[in-house]
């Protein structure tokens, strides 16, 4: 969207690191996240506003810029990805018409508040028929996830438990001679949590640590 343009420069000028294996020594460079941190969070803020249906005034308040420049910024997001705003119209119209939105697999959350003449009661309902089907959806696929992670017989017989589940993150503990296999058996579960594949691929990364704080 031109709002970044010399991040995506110096990544392909190797000037910075998307990431780094530090069990391999020192990093030549700066990882792109530190090196770029404000940008990152700023970059966080508007996907997490667009997700929650934040008009131009919070975003502006969240990034303390004027309302014009909140304005552009979500303007030339939109006109990048077109058919984000189409389909949040198509869940708004669903959820007009039906009183209610639903996640991935099914969940449904009325919102009876979607027609109210109170603008303020409306708003916040059509804010939530967006956000939930991310939100849930989100949810649906690390819940699919963690059941077939805990069905996975591979990972049981190498003496591997899930212990821990953060957002979208998992920590399974077992024995160090297994660790490689049950890191690629882990990532199998991540990446494919349906019986059905999705329209669009789960992309998943797993590392091998001693602690938790260690494998972030």
């Known amino acids: ?24 020594g020192a990093r030549p460079k700066p990882l792109l996240k530190n090196q770029f941190a404000s940008e990152r969070r700023k970059a966080k ?10 008009t131009p005034i919070g975003l502006s308040q969240d990034w303390g810029v004027s309302l014009d420049e909140a304005k ?9 990805r077109p058919e984000v705003r189409q389909w949040q119209e198509q869940v708004l119209d669903i959820a007009r018409s039906t009183g209610a939105t639903r996640t991935l ?5 009325d919102l009876p508040e979607i027609t109210s ?10 804010r939530a028929a967006i956000n939930t089907p991310i939100q849930g959806g989100a949810a649906d696929v690390v819940m699919m996830a963690m059941l077939k992670i ?7 017989e190498m003496g591997y438990k899930l212990i821990l589940q953060i957002h979208d993150e998992v920590i ?3 024995p160090e001679e297994h660790a490689e296999e049950a890191m690629s058996c ?10 059905k594949p999705l329209l669009v691929d789960l992309i998943a990364d797993a590392a091998i640590a001693n602690t938790w704080y260690e494998g972030k």
């Open 186 to 195: 882990l990532v199998e579960d991540m990446e494919h949590p349906f019986a």
């Open 72 to 80: 552009d910024t979500l303007e030339k997001w939109y006109s990048d």
């Open 1 to 24: 969207m031109g709002m970044y343009d010399y991040i995506r420069d110096a990544l392909e000028n190797g000037d910075c690191l998307l990431e780094w294996d530090d069990s391999q």
């Open 150 to 156: 805990a069905q996975d017989k591979r990972l049981a």
């Open 172 to 174: 399974l503990e077992g």
């Open 105 to 109: 697999m099914g969940r449904y959350r």
């Open 117 to 126: 003449p109170n603008r303020g009661l409306r708003g916040h309902a059509e």
């Open 45 to 54: 803020v508007l996907n997490f506003s667009i997700a929650y249906g934040k």
